[in-house]
């Protein structure tokens, strides 16, 4: 049988009774929500140029043409569109691969994944010539899919453990990061076209690349959605797992898939963006608990807020240029990263 505590807290009590557990859960997700939906107003109106609130609503919603309505429309609104989408897939990835592998520290940007589709897009642009988003987002997902079959293996498939996982996602993404500078430094157009997006960036967002990633995302999302049961089993070890009537093989090969998805699409679009998928589950399983019914659409919806948050953030401090997302999302994860392993370690010894 399921519970909604953790094996290491069974024994202390629970202040909070069943019965009102789900009704703070849902009031929670709803104060997600609007949080979520201020960071998108601020996504909007913030910038270079300070955009009142009702110019704001007049550019979206009423299209004239104006210079303010062209800078809202075609340059921020996309922006802000990309940056819901791919965050809520790199939370539910960061998500669902801490529960396949049982791994607290489980990222894409960590274990290598987001590595594995950069160093392929990097690929299809500098070898093949290709520099549209249809054309090397294939390649992204390709990436994305071998690295996430190689951290596996290298990782010890049924022995692997949490460090194991760790060291051989690091392993690959410093030899991934060493091709992809290789690369960019032999070939200077290459270069040039991919010199943003390596680092992480939502600024070259338009909305034929929000919709050209949306239906990969929606597929993956909606599969990641979909597990969260049997990963809840998978959660309490294989031998539970198969008790309770969790197919192992299929919820694997879905989880996979759902992280290839998200990983694939959100890299293609905006370049590795890191410690998204790590930081927000944590911080989320202080609400929820263990449960991945809760915790999944948690972290769909604080996810695109600490992702946005760090671009309008990146913004400000840098105006009236700005800072890369990826930079911004890096600064803030290191820290809690090794915090994280540090807290681990500690209740190890």
């Known amino acids: 049988m399921l519970v909604d505590s953790p094996p290491e807290a069974a024994t202390a009590p629970d202040p909070v009774t069943p019965r009102r557990r789900p009704l703070l859960r849902s009031a929670g997700l709803v104060v ?14 913030v910038g270079a140029k300070q955009i009142p609130l009702d110019q704001v609503w007049h ?11 062209v800078v809202i429309r075609d340059v921020r609104f996309p922006r802000t569109l990309l940056g819901l989408l791919v965050g809520a897939a790199l ?20 274990l290598g994944i987001n590595a594995g589709a950069s160093a392929a897009v990097v690929t299809a642009i500098s070898f093949f010539g290709i520099t549209s988003l249809t054309g ?13 079959v190689a951290v ?8 692997a453990t949490p460090v194991r996982l760790a060291l051989a996602g690091t392993a690959l993404t410093a030899v991934l990061v ?69 197919r192992l093989t299929r919820t694997r090969v879905l989880a996979m898939l759902a992280v290839t998805l998200l990983c694939g699409g959100a890299t293609a679009a905006c ?69 994280l392993v540090r807290r681990r370690r500690m209740a190890q010894l």
């Not at 998500?95 to 990222?107: C, H, I, Y």
């Open 32 to 45: 997600s929500v609007a949080v979520l939906a201020v960071i998108v107003v601020l996504g909007i109106a």
């Open 59 to 69: 550019g979206v919603f009423h299209y004239s043409g104006s210079d303010t309505d």
């Open 91 to 110: 939370g539910l990835a960061g998500t669902v691969m801490q529960a396949l592998t049982r791994n607290p520290l489980a990222d894409p940007g960590v």
């Open 136 to 148: 090397y987002v294939w390649f992204a997902f390709a990436g994305a899919a071998v690295v996430n």
């Open 152 to 159: 596996y293996v290298l990782g010890g498939t049924r022995g």
């Open 178 to 246: 060493g091709y992809i500078n290789a690369v960019n430094l032999m070939d200077t157009a290459a270069l040039d076209k991919m010199r943003f997006w390596t680092v992480g960036s939502l600024a070259s967002a338009t909305l034929p690349t929000v919709t050209s990633i949306a239906p990969f995302l929606a597929v993956g999302g909606v599969l990641a959605l979909l597990i969260a049961r049997p990963l809840n089993a998978i959660a309490l070890g294989d031998d539970q797992a198969r008790a309770l009537g969790a």
């Open 271 to 339: 370049g590795p963006i890191v410690y998204v998928g790590l930081m927000v589950p944590h911080a989320v399983r202080a609400v929820t608990g263990p449960d991945m019914r809760w915790i999944l659409p948690y972290s769909a919806v604080l996810s695109p807020v600490l992702l946005l948050g760090a671009d309008v953030l990146g913004r400000v401090v840098a105006r009236p240029g700005e800072l890369q997302v990826g930079i911004v999302t890096a600064v803030l994860g290191g820290p809690v990263f090794i915090y």
